[in-house]
């Protein structure tokens, strides 16, 4: 944290950024790739040797899905080394879907069907509920602060509106329909600025003083976007 904040300091820092940044211990799940033997060398090494950015997701108590889950089903299928999930939402006027695929030998996630298709999509999806967004619970970022002791600090993670809007669509869709509907797509940013900033105000009142990494910038930079939509 000195080196953030620009204070004197006994050695560079070094981070392996997402190696050690996530937690990778193992478990039995087969589509995490670190549970493989070739990986737990640097696995060790990562905390052993550098210092770490851990970055912690944020749990949200009280808060209310305002229906969602009745309108939301998801169900899961497997196809040799393949995961699939399906996710359908019953919005006003017609269903959304998206279908995603993990394979057991990859760290990704491919979103081979996105939720959002075209400027329809966008009108039935801003007619569905808004969850509410509930009470930060700083009891467990503060023990994932201390569980990581000095061995690093800790990296509240979060994704602007951009970055969740752009994420429902496939990234040809998303640069198209924002740059020729802006006044469409800006109240599909709208709709989540009004969950997001809420959570920024209380992640900074009440877990002050940490790093933050939030992302979503790069979606409304060039080459994607005009300098006059970012």
């Known amino acids: 944290l000195a080196t953030f904040q620009g204070k004197p300091v006994d ?13 990778m211990d193992k478990d039995d799940d087969e ?23 851990r970055m912690v997701g944020l749990r949200w108590d009280g808060g209310n899905d305002s229906g969602m889950a009745e309108l939301t089903r998801e169900e899961t299928w497997r196809e040799g080394k393949s995961s699939f999930t399906r996710i359908t939402i019953k919005a006003p006027g017609k269903t959304l879907t998206s279908v995603m695929r993990r394979d057991t030998d990859v760290q990704t996630t491919w979103v081979i ?8 999509d966008i009108k039935a999806y801003l007619g569905l509920p808004e969850p509410t967004v509930g009470e930060l619970d700083v009891k467990a970022l503060l023990a994932e602060e201390q569980a990581v002791g000095d061995a690093g600090i800790v990296s509240v993670e979060m ?5 969740v809007a752009a994420g429902l669509f496939s990234m040809e869709e998303y640069t198209v329909i924002a740059l020729t509907e802006p006044v469409l797509f800006h109240r599909l940013l709208e709709r989540f600025a ?24 790069e979606y409304a930079s060039e080459p994607y976007l005009p300098p006059r939509l970012y």
């Open 11 to 23: 050695r560079p820092a070094v981070s392996f950024y997402e190696i050690g940044g996530w937690k």
């Open 194 to 217: 009004r969950r997001l900033f809420p959570q920024c105000q209380q992640i900074a009142e009440k877990f002050p003083g940490r790093l933050w990494r939030i992302c979503g910038s």
């Open 159 to 163: 994704s602007d509106p951009i970055c």
């Open 31 to 53: 589509f995490t790739v670190w549970n493989d033997p070739s990986w737990r060398p640097l696995v060790k090494m990562a905390h052993e040797e550098t210092d770490i950015i």
């Open 113 to 120: 069907e996105h939720l959002l298709k075209n400027t329809e």
